[in-house]
């Protein structure tokens, strides 16, 4: 994957994490996954990627983060529970990181639009993409627990392309 689709991401989750939740995140070593399915447990959340690029984004966060992460937004000391409002608030947190790394993305040359963000909780969250296109894993660290970004990201056509 390309520094330039990667960069853009990078920063923008930083400097949305730090706006809302008052952390900058400790990233930790980026990797590619071996391939699909693969599972995650808490949240998960999906944006597609069309235009210059095309692919999906998908955020994944531990619950507890991702309880931690929502209070914040919401204004509240904590959150008991995933409800509908505190997945409403993560679904805008990573609507706010995806918006700003197309910035970042049209900056570079790369213009591209994004879907609306879908919100998935549970144990066992099985992922999947086309297979020819690869994953870009990059685990993030705040307070609350982990983040992780999975950037599946390729420029347009390439998908079919062998």
């Given at each position: 994957?390309?520094?330039?689709?990667?960069?853009?991401?990078?920063?923008?989750?930083?400097s949305?994490?730090?706006?809302?939740?008052?952390e900058?995140?400790?990233?930790?070593?980026?990797?590619?996954?071996?391939?699909?399915?693969?599972?995650?447990?808490?949240?998960?959340?999906?944006?597609?990627?069309?235009?210059?690029?095309?692919?999906?984004?998908?955020?994944?966060?531990?619950?507890?983060?991702?309880?931690?992460?929502a209070?914040?937004m919401l204004?509240?000391?904590?959150?008991?529970?995933?409800?509908?409002?505190?997945?409403?608030?993560?679904?805008?947190?990573?609507?706010?990181?995806?918006?700003?790394?197309?910035?970042g993305?049209?900056?570079?040359?790369?213009?591209?639009?994004?879907?609306?963000?879908?919100v998935?909780?549970?144990?066992?969250i099985?992922?999947s993409?086309?297979?020819?296109?690869?994953?870009?894993?990059?685990?993030?660290?705040?307070?609350?627990?982990k983040?992780?970004?999975?950037?599946?990201?390729?420029?347009?056509?390439?998908?079919?392309?062998?």
């Amino acid at each position: 994957m390309k520094a330039e689709y990667l960069n853009p991401f990078l920063k923008g989750i930083s400097s949305i994490l730090e706006e809302v939740a008052g952390e900058r995140p400790a990233l930790g070593r980026p990797f590619l996954r071996p391939g699909y399915p693969y599972s995650v447990d808490g949240v998960a959340i999906f944006i597609g990627v069309t235009g210059h690029l095309s692919g999906q984004v998908v955020i994944c966060i531990q619950e507890a983060c991702a309880r931690g992460i929502a209070a914040a937004m919401l204004m509240e000391g904590s959150i008991a529970r995933l409800d509908e409002y505190a997945q409403s608030a993560l679904a805008e947190l990573v609507n706010m990181i995806v918006a700003s790394a197309t910035i970042g993305l049209a900056e570079a040359g790369y213009r591209t639009d994004i879907t609306p963000p879908s919100v998935v909780t549970g144990e066992k969250i099985e992922i999947s993409n086309q297979a020819k296109i690869p994953t870009l894993a990059i685990p993030l660290s705040i307070m609350n627990g982990k983040i992780e970004v999975n950037l599946s990201l390729v420029e347009a056509g390439a998908a079919g392309k062998q």
